[in-house]
């Protein structure tokens, strides 16, 4: 029987092929590919296949003369400033042997070179292994050029992630503009439904050709037959590519193991995904903690309390961090799929356990102490394995996720947090009671707070330190907007004006700025705060406020599931009700209802006559719950609040079903501002 276990495996088998070819070669990786890989076993798993080195993929590096030997992986196209930096690393190398490995197939490097007819063999990479003889300076030498989908990190048993695709996010709106406006009037489109794939730029094109081609990959590679569905015009275009994926109409005829594969717009529910209102510790530390370089997951661990250094100015950079990802030992990898899921004070008592368990083996003096979990206390716990280096090594993950979650509860930012979970309940009360006008309303004193208190000390435990900062604001609005269709309908006009006010009271506060962090650089295009401007700020957040406005028409055109409020009926408060939670009732509910928001993908005629033949006679349209394994892509993140809610809805609706979700990137509140206000969501950086 077709298990998880199966997919969560997948990519480790992808990366073998790399390891198989890495023995005494100089390893030369992007940004995305080394963030995938340290999820997959980690550098040390290059090293354990005998590769010499391994080295950032820029033109500032190159290989020694004693090294003949280079593999590079990207997760890019092998042209433009990929191809640019390659030839620069070889120029300045000595190589006679070139391996490329790169995460998108030879079939969308055809489409990138505008080749649409079918040809035989892989002649663009072929081209570039000429290329690389050529650079190399011996057509003589050897060059390998092919594809491997180093495309998914299991993060957990139950949770794959891409981060090839961490700025893939579903379009809005305002996208659609930018689409119509290169289209004839009569061609316009009226709604992001209707825009199909091939009316989308190239470079976004070829970011969800490469996704569907490497989902195609993991179910070739476990002999699966996928129904795919989607929620969201989004979903709807990655769902239909890989229905109509080439290689995937013969998998589906011989395929022993089904599956269904639903996807899901991330802008269906922007109110989860900027929400504090999670009660877990993951979410909290990726949030306090700063990310590890080049990383969207990953976060840096402050290890000196292990050690006898002192914290001065000359220890910058001399000390390697610790970080989340926890490969090589298996109590570690238990505590972190715990943390990843459990509510706060469970996972912090886990970690606490851990750490006595790790003391004990080691025969250190611990003084157990039961009763609540303190930061001191796992940090007083985790310097016992000070000076003890057999002791740290045997026990590194444990001890790095221990100082990760003491950091992380002694830190500043938490009373931010606290506040900015408070203000989001008194908007959400104060939503069904009043039209958006004057609820905004309620935000001026908090803008007026932080102008206030602008150069302050934060984090001097005085009061000060629940002022909310410039990005908890824009998330706060963020939260606020995704909920506007729920407010009572009011006058344009009156919220036009609380708008321009608004605009006016953030953009004061940007001017005052003593540090611009780096959502507001790019947000605003200023890199220090002299270059902060009343025009350039006003400017942006007149930006921000269009986007803002259509955030909460993203569910309009729901006909069931466009909803994820439930107001105050005089009794009970007013609540969210997560979409995740709603999808999966429907997915689940023992009646089987044909929910109209879940649409059935097609893969070709069968399925359309059968589509076709239900109007009039008994057959049964497919339903994402026909098989035993159930997979949910969340198109642009999922919060690890809404791991829980996934396992937790599950296992109260269908007790033993096995769900595996899938998403681009795992959020923090703070991603959700950068991927609406600063990315340019149609035309991704493809690395061309």
């Known amino acids: 029987m077709l298990t998880m276990e199966g997919f969560t495996c997948f990519p480790g088998l992808m990366w073998e092929k790399v390891l198989s070819k890495v023995k005494k070669a100089i390893v030369f990786m992007d940004d995305k590919c080394s963030e995938n890989l340290h999820w997959n076993g980690g550098a040390t798993s290059l090293l354990e296949a005998g590769a010499r080195n391994i080295k950032q993929f820029s033109s500032f590096e190159a290989g020694g003369d004693n090294e003949p030997k280079a593999v590079f992986v990207v997760s890019t196209l092998l042209k433009g400033r990929t191809a640019d930096i390659i030839k620069d ?33 892989n002649p663009v990479f072929e081209q570039f292994e000429e290329k690389l003889c050529e650079w190399m300076g011996d057509m003589n030498y050897t060059a390998e050029v092919m594809h491997a989908p180093v495309v998914f990190a299991p993060l957990s048993q139950q949770f794959l992630l891409s981060p090839i695709f961490s700025q893939l996010f579903p379009l809005l709106p305002s996208d659609l503009e930018s689409i119509n406006r290169k289209r004839p009037e009569k061609k316009r489109f009226s709604s992001l439904l209707d825009v199909d ?7 976004l094109q070829i970011q969800i050709k490469t ?48 599956a269904s594969i639903v996807f899901i717009d991330r802008t269906l529910d922007l109110t989860g995904a900027v929400g504090h209102h999670g009660d877990n510790l993951v979410e909290k530390i990726l949030s306090a903690l700063p990310m590890l370089p080049g990383h969207t997951t990953d976060i840096q661990v402050d290890m000196l309390e292990l050690t006898n250094l002192q914290r001065t100015p000359d220890i910058e950079g001399v000390l390697a961090p610790g970080c989340l990802a926890q490969n090589q030992s298996s109590p570690a990898r238990s505590l972190w799929e715990t943390m990843l899921v459990a509510k706060q004070k469970e996972a912090v008592m886990e970690v606490r356990g851990k750490l006595v368990e790790a003391a004990s083996k080691e025969n250190l003096p611990i003084k157990m102490s039961m009763g609540r979990v303190t930061a001191q206390q796992i940090s007083s716990y985790a310097q016992l394995f000070k000076g003890q280096a057999e002791a740290v090594e045997n026990h590194a993950g444990v001890l ?56 302050s000390e934060v984090g001097s435990g005085s009061g000060e330190e629940a002022v909310l900062g410039a990005d ?19 006058e344009e006009e009156a919220q036009e004006q609380v708008e321009r006010e608004l605009i006016g009271a953030l953009t004061l506060l940007l001017t005052r700025q003593t540090q611009l962090s780096p959502l ?32 909460g028409h993203a569910r309009e055109h729901l006909k069931q599931l466009h909803s994820v409020y439930t107001p105050s009926d005089g009794v009970h408060q007013a609540t969210y009700r997560p979409f995740l939670k709603q999808v999966l009732e429907e997915i689940f509910h023992p009646d089987r209802p044909e929910c109209p928001d879940i649409e059935h993908t097609s893969a070709g005629l069968t399925d359309l006559l059968k589509t076709g033949f239900s109007m009039f006679m008994k057959v049964s349209r497919p339903h994402p719950s ?21 396992r937790d809805t599950v296992s109260t609706h269908r007790p033993g079903a096995q769900v595996l979700v899938l998403s681009t990137r795992l959020l923090r509140p703070a991603d959700i501002p950068q991927l609406l206000f600063a990315t340019d969501r149609l035309v991704p950086d493809i690395g061309v």
């Open 89 to 121: 690393i070889i120029s300045m190398s000595h190589f006679q042997y070139c391996i490329v490995f790169t995460a998108v197939p030879h079939s969308i490097h055809l489409l990138a070179n505008k080749v649409t007819t079918e040809l035989e063999g």
């Open 197 to 203: 794939i091939h009316s989308l730029p190239p470079e």
């Open 211 to 258: 996704l569907a081609s490497a989902l195609n990959a993991m179910f070739e590679c476990t002999n699966t037959r996928e129904e795919s569905f989607a929620v969201g015009p989004m979903s709807r275009l990655i769902a239909g590519e890989l229905a109509s994926h080439p290689q995937a109409k013969n998998r589906r005829k011989a395929a022993p193991n089904k």
């Open 400 to 455: 790095q996720l221990a100082l990760a979650t003491a950091q992380t509860l002694r830190h500043p930012t938490l009373a931010r947090w606290d506040a900015s979970l408070a203000f989001q309940r008194l908007l959400l009360q104060a939503l069904g009671d009043s039209d958006l006008a004057a609820v905004l309303k309620q935000v001026r004193p908090l803008i007026k707070s932080a102008c206030g208190s602008e150069g």
């Open 472 to 490: 908890d604001l824009l998330a706060l609005l963020v939260f606020l907007y995704s909920l506007s269709e729920e407010a009572h309908p009011g």
């Open 520 to 551: 507001l650089q790019s947000i605003t295009g200023a890199s220090s705060p002299e270059e902060m401007t009343m025009e350039r700020a006003h400017t942006a957040l007149e930006g921000v406020f269009e986007t803002l406005r259509v955030v």
């Open 626 to 646: 026909d098989h035993p394994l159930l997979f949910l892509f969340l198109v642009g993140g999922v919060t690890p609040s809404e791991l829980r809610l996934i």
